[in-house]
Nanobody, 120 residues
Framework: QVHLVESGGGLVQAGGSLRLSCAASGRTFNAMGWFRQAPGKEREFVAAISWSGINTYYADSVKGRFTISRDNAKNTVYLQIDSLKREDTAVYYC???????????????WGQGTQVTVSS
């Protein structure tokens, strides 16, 4: 069965950094992405990455601060978050797609999420 498990979230002061991980099992995927959902808000797209890891796509709100990467040997995708802002507080979810194109919709599998909380 397909399984996506996020980790690495926590409580961080504004301006700090975190690295989130998403370990996949069951099979490998082409495009993978990160989404986030703040309390009372809809889930929103954060970043996506191609199979090779060369092509990436970011939401405007995180450009220059977030970096998505992947290690296919470990079947793991990462999200490096720098210069954290209070508005980054959310549950962060990884997602996997059979499609090759980087996209904001159409992901086939989802993890359960990891909480990121930015203080001050």
């Amino acid at each position: 069965q397909v399984h996506l498990v996020e980790s690495g979230g926590g409580l961080v002061q504004a301006g700090g950094s975190l690295r989130l991980s998403c370990a996949a099992s069951g099979r490998t995927f082409n495009a993978m992405g990160w989404f986030r959902q703040a309390p009372g808000k809809e889930r929103e797209f954060v970043a996506a990455i191609s199979w090779s890891g060369i092509n990436t796509y970011y939401a405007d709100s995180v450009k220059g601060r977030f970096t998505i990467s992947r290690d296919n040997a470990k079947n793991t995708v990462y999200l490096q978050i720098d210069s954290l802002k209070r508005e980054d507080t959310a549950v962060y979810y990884c997602a996997a797609s059979f499609a090759s194109a980087l996209q904001q919709e159409g992901y086939d599998y989802w993890g359960q999420g990891t909480q990121v909380t930015v203080s001050s």
